[in-house]
């Protein structure tokens, strides 16, 4: 297993590189004329007006708390999924309890609106 | 001869190892097998930008009736190429209060992580780049590292659109993540193993056929993963001016949009080996070589129907975007995922499990179905735009 | 060949982890935290759990990070990069953490580990799939349990803002 892992460590070196020979290709050869006008922000074509800070609604931290949740959830799955035909029936009753769990704190997510978009 | 032909690719990467071997160590022949196929694989989004490009501008152009490129190169066929010189030539503009090292990073680990999905993919029987033990997982985690790209992107270009885009975008991934996994893991249940390698010999039957729903809730979150219509809100010019990635210009922007290409055709292969045979197809177990022929064409089956789909349907609101994955997605993976499960502990035989598993499938898809239209029949009567 | 994998694993690891308390930007922090958990995954590589490797980059780095760099985010603090670094006490808590390192590596060096005999099974999944539904199964639901109580609490607490 560890050559597959080698092979994987190899290919992430080249993944990697070949992005950054691109750039480095890309400096060679692109004109560098820096300007005020150019290198303000864009804001619909006008200067910019107040800080580069927008509210953050607590909204986005919500979703990405139920999905911390449910990808710990699908993890726990997988190992299940695999060896789930070598068991015998009380693995599914095991499963069907967890996820059952699961499906009411969606519920209650859903009920309190921890899943709509304001 | 023939035999060798049969076998092609194989038969070539075996000669090729036995020829090198004649002069260099053992370890120096794996690390330069190794370089090989990952230079291959490497330049696999690379390729998919080239050609879909093409493809896709022609085919929403005919969708539109209207021809797409046909300037360079007959049928428009350099297009692609012409676009990559204009974008390595074009200037690099980068803002003045951009965090400069995370803004130059994050195109990089973009376009990597499109390029880390190809190492698990199998092209035909014994050509994959590693089958690992948790194939199937790992293309989901090399999915997971973009949101982190995602928001290093739109964070350091120091602008709010970029910024509001980003979560916008990181908001959109994660959702529509977990329906994913979900169907993903129902395959996994069926055969019990998750080497991708694996997943394609054990489908004598294309599982599309036993888990239709499963494909479907798999290709829709596919779609909102890599980002294109009709779950495109984040791209589109009308509503946020290409969100995140508004502040990068030349080759920066352009592998981003390698990525994205990229990402297209990986999420097709890997629908492709998990739903569609893979690699398999009439002949391949005389002649292996057509293994990849077969792959490619299912994979450009998909991408067109994609395009297609992009082509053709308006964009969701991004409300209706998330609620969708929320509350009807994830519940309908989860009931197909035990229903399966439920399934496969029946002591019946082979042939009417999977019978019973396509029953479960349809049923479902007709329920999540109809409470969809009457949740939309009540949304419109509360709307007042449809006469109750 | 494993013994160099491990000291650049370990390298980056450790250097990813000082550059996460000594960066002023608190989004840097959370960008080299996530090199370090990269460098976690490829040592658990080298352990052969490469079940936990996945699960390492999936969860912390694919779901952990972005909330904790969310969390960063919805704080104020972030934007001001040039918050003190140093406060009053360094020095005596400089020497606590001094003490607490001499110990941990008197320890760490004088305890005889014990080493795990024999060969690491091929199939990990399907033996951790097994024991999750055979010996451990009470934790497996109690984990369920806490993972509902943690989501409930954490909507409960995050929703008094609005």
């Not at chain 2, 973009?110 to 994959?128: D, H, K, S, T």
């Not at chain 2, 910024?163 to 249940?189: C, H, K």
């Not at chain 2, 390698?258 to 002649?287: D, H, K, Q, S």
């Not at chain 2, 450009?300 to 975007?321: H, S």
Request: charged content about 10%.
């Amino acid at each position: 297993m560890l050559p597959q892992y080698a092979f994987i460590a190899v290919f992430a070196i080249i993944a990697f590189a070949l992005p950054i020979i691109g750039l480095i290709i890309s400096w060679l050869i692109r004109p560098k004329k820096p300007n005020p006008a150019k290198n303000a922000t864009y804001e619909c074509g006008m200067e910019t007006i107040g800080d580069t800070w927008v509210q953050f609604k607590a909204q986005y931290y919500l979703y990405a708390l139920v999905f911390v949740v449910f990808d710990v959830e699908a993890i726990f799955i997988f190992p299940w999924a695999v060896a789930y035909n070598k068991l015998g029936l009380y693995a599914l009753i095991e499963m069907i309890l967890f996820v059952a769990v699961l499906v009411g704190g969606l519920l209650y997510a859903w009920r309190k609106g921890a899943l709509d978009w304001h | 001869m023939i035999n060798y032909l049969s076998d092609f690719f194989v038969n070539l990467a075996r000669s090729w190892t036995a020829w090198i071997s004649g002069f260099l160590p053992v370890w120096a022949v794996t690390v330069v097998n190794y370089v090989i196929v990952a230079v291959i694989l490497v330049m696999m989004p690379v390729i998919a930008t080239l050609t879909l490009t093409w493809m896709e501008r022609k085919v929403i152009g005919r969708i539109q009736n209207r021809i797409g490129p046909n300037r360079v190169g007959p049928w428009g066929i350099f297009q692609a190429i012409a676009d990559a010189v204009k974008m390595l030539v074009k200037e690099d503009i980068v803002p003045d209060n951009a965090d400069k090292p995370v803004f130059n990073i994050a195109p990089i680990l973009i376009a990597a992580a499109a390029c880390l999905l190809w190492a698990v993919l199998p092209f035909g029987r014994n050509m994959i780049g590693a089958d690992l033990n948790i194939g199937a997982l790992y293309v989901i985690a090399i999915g997971s590292f973009t949101t982190v790209a995602v928001l290093m992107a739109g964070w350091s270009s120091n602008n709010k659109f970029a910024l509001i885009g980003a979560f916008r975008v990181v908001a959109q991934l994660l959702s529509y993540e977990i329906p994913m996994v979900l169907s993903v893991a129902a395959v996994v249940l069926l055969v019990g193993t998750m080497r991708m390698g694996q997943i394609v010999e054990l489908q004598t039957v294309p599982f599309v056929f036993l888990l239709p729903t499963t494909f479907l809730i798999y290709m829709l979150s596919a779609i909102a993963e890599t980002g294109r219509a009709p779950f495109d809100l984040l791209e589109a010019d009308s509503e946020i001016v290409a969100g995140y990635f508004v502040e990068y210009s030349g080759l920066k922007f352009g592998w981003f949009y390698i990525a994205e290409y990229g990402n297209l055709m990986a999420v097709a292969a890997i629908a492709t080996t998990l739903f569609l045979g893979g690699w398999r197809g009439p002949g391949v177990a005389a002649v292996p070589a057509l293994g990849p022929f077969y792959f490619a064409v299912k994979i450009l089956v998909i991408v067109f129907v994609l395009m297609w789909i992009r082509g053709t349907l308006p964009r969701f609101r991004i409300d209706q975007m998330l609620g969708f994955a929320w509350k009807v997605l994830v519940p309908a993976a989860l009931a197909n995922l035990l229903w399966v499960a439920i399934v496969l502990k029946l002591p019946v035989p082979t042939a009417l499990q999977w019978l019973l598993i396509l029953a479960g499938n349809l049923i479902t898809l007709v329920v999540a179905l109809t409470l969809l239209g009457r949740a939309a029949k009540q949304y419109a009567a509360r709307r007042g735009l449809v006469s109750a | 060949m494993q013994q160099v994998a491990f000291a650049v694993l370990s390298l980056i690891t450790l250097g990813a982890a000082i550059m996460v308390v000594t960066t002023p930007s608190l989004l840097r922090s959370a960008l080299w935290l996530i090199l370090a958990f990269f460098g976690i995954a490829g040592i658990f590589v080298l352990l052969n759990a490469d079940f936990l490797a996945i699960t390492q980059i999936l969860v912390y780095i694919g779901a952990i990070s972005t909330l904790m760099i969310f969390a960063v985010m919805l704080s104020s603090k972030v934007m001001d990069p040039h918050q003190p670094r140093f406060n009053e006490q360094w020095g005596l808590v400089g020497g606590f953490s001094a003490l607490l390192f001499v110990a941990l590596a008197a320890i760490v060096s004088r305890v005889v580990w014990p080493v795990a005999q024999g060969e690491v099974p091929v199939d990990t999944i399907q033996r951790l799939g097994a024991d999750f539904v055979g010996p451990y199964v009470i934790p497996f639901e109690i984990a369920s349990v806490l993972l509902v109580v943690a989501m409930i609490g954490a909507i409960i607490i995050a929703r008094e803002r609005e």
